[in-house]
């Protein structure tokens, strides 16, 4: 099936963005998305046009909201004051990232796992985790492998955690998953959580900061208005803005405007 997009959509980009460490560009040039027990091909044939190999009621129910395809990307980078050159130089550079709508207990395993790792290392780490207890899902005669569950976690030992390159995070999640299974925890019911609660919630978690609740308000419950500071953009803060937090400008969208930074000064630097 065919479709079309007119708005910012850049896969190369998404993928690099930080957001998704499944997702992958296969060497015939299709790009690769998983989300629970779905997974879809997308291969782009012409500008605004992509092949995708799932039905229409899929693309429509699972991966058009999955991309966020309803906001306006351009019309958000267009309300970027023209005064604040750093940021319109990202998001011009950076343009066709989109926020991800991600399964939220996926998004609070997979940033535990990632402090203090690199995005290779974060890759290599969940798909580790994903084949020791990843339930195989098949797509179209493909076999892939979901993320895991909260009970097949439940079961791994901490030894069995660690031999997923998860280090001293696997105590974090160990005690994360005691924590939501002992409380009953169900994470889809924070969604009507106001932002601030929802973070106040996340950070109850073993080894959850501010900047892993962010990440998971952000990727994991579309909390837009959320600002991760991590490495990098605590760089840009210090060397661009003198100290400033520039997201205060932008209350709405401060997430979609870190992205455009985080992925601007990962892939070039600084460039004030």
Request: hydrophobic residues 40%; contains cysteine.
């Amino acid at each position: 099936m065919q479709i079309t997009v007119t708005d910012d959509f850049n896969l190369d980009k998404i993928i690099k963005s930080g957001q998704c460490f499944r997702a992958e560009k296969l060497v015939d040039g299709k790009y690769r998305f998983i989300t629970g027990k779905h997974m879809v091909h997308i291969l782009p044939i012409a500008p605004f046009l992509y092949e995708v190999d799932c039905s229409k009621n899929e693309w429509n129910s699972i991966w058009h909201t999955y991309f966020d395809l309803d906001t306006n990307y351009k019309k958000i980078r267009e309300s970027i004051d023209n005064a604040d050159v750093y940021l319109q130089k990202a998001a011009e550079y950076s343009k066709g990232i989109r926020i991800l709508r991600q399964d939220s207990f996926e998004m609070l395993i997979t940033f535990i796992i990632s402090q203090r790792k690199s995005i290779p290392a974060i890759r290599d780490a969940i798909n580790k985790l994903c084949i020791y207890g990843g339930e195989k899902i098949f797509h179209k005669n493909e076999e892939f492998l979901a993320f895991p569950t909260i009970e097949t976690l439940h079961q791994m030992t901490i030894e069995e955690l660690k031999s997923c390159s998860l280090g001293y995070r696997a105590s974090y999640i160990q005690k994360t998953i005691d924590l939501l299974i002992q409380k009953q925890i169900h994470m889809n019911h924070w969604t009507n959580l106001s932002d601030e609660d929802l973070v106040e919630k996340l950070m109850e978690f073993p080894g959850v900061g501010i900047k892993v609740a962010n990440c998971v308000a952000l990727f994991g419950y579309y909390r837009v208005s959320r600002a991760p500071i991590d490495v990098w953009i605590d760089r840009v803060i210090q060397e661009v803005y003198e100290g400033n937090n520039p997201f205060t400008s932008y209350p709405v969208y401060a997430g979609i405007m870190q992205q455009y930074m985080f992925y601007y000064r990962r892939e070039i630097g600084v460039q004030k």
